[in-house]
C-alpha cells in the first residue's frame, strides 16, 4: 500500500490550496510524517513535518504559510498552503520516517500532487 496525495492544482500567487495525504493502514499513521517538494530540475526537500505527538517544524521559505497537521481517527496528514509564491510550484509528497530535522524518510514515495503557482 502507498501514501495517496491530494489537493494539489493550478492557484494564482496569493492563493491558498489544502494538501491531503492518505496513510495506508499499513503504515500507522501514528507515524511520524513530512511533506517534501521537488521542483522541476531540482532534488526533493523538506518541507515540513510533524510528530506522532503535534510537534511540528518548518523549512524556513514556508514558516508562516504553511502549516502541516495531522488526523489520526481518518488516517490523513494535511498541509495547509498559504500565500503560494511561484517559487512553491513543485510535486509535493509525504512520507513516514524518522523524527529530527532534517527527518528521514523511511517509505516508499507515493505519486506526489503537483501544486503550480502561476497568473
Given at each position: 500500500?502507498?501514501?495517496?496525495e491530494?489537493?494539489?492544482?493550478?492557484?494564482?500567487?496569493?492563493?491558498?490550496?489544502?494538501?491531503?495525504?492518505?496513510?495506508?493502514?499499513?503504515?500507522?499513521?501514528?507515524?511520524?510524517m513530512?511533506?517534501?517538494?521537488?521542483?522541476?530540475?531540482?532534488?526533493?526537500v523538506?518541507?515540513?513535518?510533524?510528530?506522532?505527538?503535534?510537534?511540528?517544524?518548518?523549512?524556513?521559505?514556508?514558516?508562516?504559510?504553511?502549516?502541516?497537521?495531522?488526523?489520526?481517527?481518518?488516517?490523513t496528514?494535511?498541509?495547509?498552503?498559504?500565500?503560494?509564491?511561484?517559487?512553491?510550484?513543485?510535486?509535493?509528497?509525504?512520507?513516514?520516517g524518522?523524527?529530527?530535522?532534517?527527518?528521514?524518510?523511511?517509505?516508499?514515495?507515493?505519486?506526489?500532487?503537483?501544486?503550480?503557482?502561476?497568473?
Amino acid at each position: 500500500a502507498q501514501l495517496v496525495e491530494s489537493g494539489g492544482g493550478l492557484v494564482q500567487p496569493g492563493g491558498s490550496l489544502r494538501l491531503s495525504c492518505a496513510v495506508p493502514r499499513t503504515i500507522s499513521v501514528l507515524n511520524h510524517m513530512a511533506w517534501y517538494r521537488q521542483a522541476p530540475g531540482k532534488e526533493r526537500v523538506l518541507v515540513a513535518a510533524i510528530s506522532s505527538g503535534g510537534t511540528t517544524n518548518y523549512a524556513d521559505p514556508v514558516k508562516g504559510r504553511f502549516t502541516i497537521s495531522r488526523d489520526n481517527a481518518k488516517n490523513t496528514v494535511y498541509q495547509q498552503m498559504n500565500s503560494l509564491k511561484p517559487e512553491d510550484t513543485a510535486v509535493y509528497y509525504c512520507n513516514a520516517g524518522q523524527w529530527g530535522w532534517p527527518f528521514r524518510p523511511s517509505g516508499s514515495w507515493g505519486q506526489g500532487t503537483q501544486v503550480t503557482v502561476s497568473s
